[in-house]
Structure formats: structure tokens, C-alpha cells
């Protein structure tokens, strides 16, 4: 039988995957509405700015409301808004940006509600904490998988619209059964377990913080900058194989888009990602010091960095993943670290705060895309920025605290406690 803490990582983690694809499919969407609208995709991409400001700022006020009404009917407002959201894009008018960008900002502001809320809420319930943020990343990873993949299908079976209706209809109806199951008490939370070795206090909690918050704002630019820049590097870049693959298929009647295949680059990327993590997650996180873990994934980011900006197909390709896969040990220590080290009352401010620092940057790190690919014509010198910028993540980690009590444990502490039945 299923129990309260594997409803709530379930729940969750649709919730992350659902988060992530919705969070990040226009990247993929914008180049079909390009062509349909007759307008510049960089133009275009700049609509999502906005979007990606509430995505950064909705966070601490959504940590908020998951600290004051709980996170189960958190998760619930979430997944109406983002479905709702999504459809109103779907919905709006040909060539009228506003309205896109408007609807596109709804997308922003339910969608900071997810890590403010369901990270928070894995961790406090779950009994191995690593192994649990694994299964969870591998869902987020999926969703990100399925950024690309999905509405490169639903693009070429029906239209763009379909690309932002069909996955609006898949949020909104997950938000039912949970809702369902919160009235029924089958969904719950439960404070924070103390971590053995870890001590509590407003040193420790500043000196952690202060480390992640520079590091989580430059990590979060390179996050933003593969995940929107991907698409329009792998256009380029790609264009000799996607071209051979196209012709090879129409020589059998099968006629495909390139944004199809520039989809499926992209969900190659966190496919795989997706699996790292998952095995990351209790061979790895829960059984070495989560400093060394994270100082090692920074420095190596530099080379990932430099295979996107120097390297040619299928060399960017691999940067691109290797970057996912990196990022994807990153999140998860800074997750385990903020919630050990943050008083369980005031966790959704917490996580709020932090996600309010790492999706801050997807405004710059869009506007940086734009810019440089209209002056340059590729994003070369993007990425080559972003390699260093690397290496300063990695210089900072270091200040964090070095010693063995920052081990990952299994968490001692209560079993969750079932919502109240109303």
C-alpha cells in the first residue's frame, strides 16, 4: 500500500516534471511561431523575460503561502495556474505579442510556486533524503526532456496552439487528484527531522546561505542560458546531421521539421540528466560530503562551458549534456543544505529565497542570448562568459562548511502526518 511520503514524492515530482517542461517549452515553440508570425525568434524569446522575472520573484512569496496554508494546497494552486496559463497562450490571437507575453507571464508566476514549495516538501517526508531527491530530479529531468520533445510532436501532428493547450489540460487535471487526495487525508506533511552532526543556529545558517546565494545566482545563469540557448545552438550547429537525417527519412515518404529534431536534441539533454541523477542520488549524495560533491560538479562546468562555445555538432551536443548532468548534482546538495540548515517553519521562506536567487538570473541570462546572437550571428561569446563565470562558482564553494557533519544521512524523525480530513 501506498503511504503518505510516496504520495507526496509522487505528487511532486509530476509537479517538478510538469514545472519544468511548461517552464521551458517556449524555447522550442518559438521557432515554429517565428515562421508563423513572421517575426524574429529572438524577438519572440524576448516576450518570455518577464515571465522568467515572476518565475524568480513569485518564489519567496509562494514560500509564503506553502509555510501559512501548507504545501499540499500550494501544489494544487499550482498546477490550476500553470494549466490555465498554458492554455490562455494557446488561445491567443496571431501576431499579438501582448497578449502572449501577458499569458506567458502567468506561466512565470505559477510556476515559481513548485520549488518553493515541493523540494521543501520531498525532503521533510522523506526517509533516505538523497535517494529521494534523485527520484524527483529524475522527474524534473524528464520534464525537461519532454520540453523538447513534446512540442516538437504536438507542432507537427496539429499546431503550435496544441504545443500549449494538450500539456495545460495534463496540469489542470493532476491538480484535480491531488486536490482529491488532500480532502481525503491521503496527503500530508510534517516538520523537518533533526540531521544528526548538523547544529542549528544563525551563524550556520548565514554562512551557508551567503555561499549559496552567490553561487546559485551564477548557476543559475548558466542553467538559463543551456536551457533557452540550446535550441538556437543546436539549429546552427546540428544543421549538416539534422539535414542528412530529414533526407534520409523522405527518401522512405516520412517528411519531418527540423524543430522536431532540434526538439529531440534538446530532450536528449535531460534524458539523460535525468538518469545521472537519479544515480547520483543515493550513491553519491547520501554517501560523500555534499562540499566536495558540489565543488567538483563546479569546476567541471568549465569544460562543459567551453564544448558549447568551441565545439561543432555533436562536441556541443555533449557539452550541453554534460552541463545538464552537472547542474543536476548541483541542485539537489543546495536543496539537502538549505532545508538541514533552515528552522522546518520557515522552510517555504527559505526555499522561496532561494529560488527567488537562482531563477533571478533567467532574465539576464535570456536578454544576454538575445543581445549576443543579434550583434555576433551564434553564442559563442556566451558561452565562453559563462566558462568563466564557472570558474568563480567553484572559488566560492569552497567557503562552505568542509566537514564530515554535511555527509548525507538518512533523516531520523517522525513518519508524515496525513492531511486532516475535512
Sequence with gaps: MIDSAQRVLLFSSIGHALMHMMTAFYAVIVLTLAISWNLPAEDLLRLYAPATVLLGVMSLPAGWASDRFGAPAMMV?????????????????????????????????????????????????????????????????????????????????????????????????????????????????????????????????????????????????????????????????????????????????????????VGLATSMIYVVSGFAQYAMGRRIIDRYPLKVTYVIASALQVGAMLALAMGNGYVALLGAIASAVLSAAAGPIENILIARYTPSRYHGLGFGAKFVVAFGAGPLAILLIAWIRETTGSLELLFLGLAATSVVITLVALLLPSNDRDRGQEAVGPAPQTAPAE
Design 77 to 261: 494552486v499550482m498546477f490550476f495556474g500553470l494549466g490555465l496559463s498554458s492554455i490562455a497562450c494557446g488561445l491567443v490571437p496571431t501576431g499579438d505579442t501582448f497578449a502572449l507575453s501577458l499569458a506567458l507571464c502567468g506561466i512565470g508566476a505559477f510556476g515559481a510556486f513548485y520549488h518553493s514549495v515541493g523540494i521543501g516538501w520531498v525532503i521533510r517526508t522523506a526517509k533516505e533524503q538523497g535517494h529521494a531527491m534523485g527520484v524527483n530530479g529524475l522527474w524534473g529531468s524528464a520534464g525537461l526532456a519532454m520540453y523538447g520533445i513534446v512540442p516538437g510532436v504536438l507542432i507537427t501532428l496539429a499546431s503550435w496552439r496544441a504545443a500549449f493547450i494538450v500539456p495545460g489540460l495534463v496540469c489542470i487535471a493532476v491538480g484535480v487528484v491531488l486536490f482529491v487526495q488532500m480532502r481525503q487525508g491521503k496527503v500530508g506533511d510534517r516538520p523537518m527531522p533533526a540531521t544528526p552532526g548538523v547544529q542549528l543556529g544563525r551563524r550556520e545558517f548565514w554562512r551557508v546561505f551567503s555561499v549559496l546565494s552567490v553561487t546559485m545566482a551564477l548557476e543559475g545563469v548558466i542553467w538559463q542560458a543551456v536551457m533557452f540557448g540550446a535550441a538556437l545552438v543546436f539549429e546552427v550547429k546540428l544543421a549538416p546531421e539534422i539535414a542528412a537525417l530529414r533526407d534520409g527519412l523522405s527518401s522512405w515518404g516520412i517528411v519531418t521539421k527540423t524543430v522536431l529534431w
